[in-house]
């Protein structure tokens, strides 16, 4: 399950710097949500943030779970 979360907060986190990257440094954002969502800027960074530190949390449990065994 762990590895799951850790690969969704990779994803969404991903998603979220794209779609800043691209808005930033483009005329639109990058990635897939602007296909399907009018996702605008701010929505993108709350992404990325909760993304990665999703994504880190489950790679840290994963961590103490290898080492308590």
Do not use: C, S
């Not at 483009?26 to 897939?32: C, H, L, N």
Request: aromatic fraction near 14%; glycine fraction near 14%.
């Amino acid at each position: 399950m762990r590895e799951i979360i850790a690969i969704v907060g990779w994803v969404t986190g991903i998603q979220g710097a794209l779609g800043v990257a691209g808005r930033v440094f483009g005329d639109e954002p990058w990635g897939m949500l602007h296909n399907w969502w009018d996702v605008p800027t701010p929505l993108y960074v709350v992404l990325f943030l909760a993304g990665t530190g999703l994504a880190f949390y489950a790679e840290d449990a994963k961590r103490r779970q290898r080492a308590r065994a």
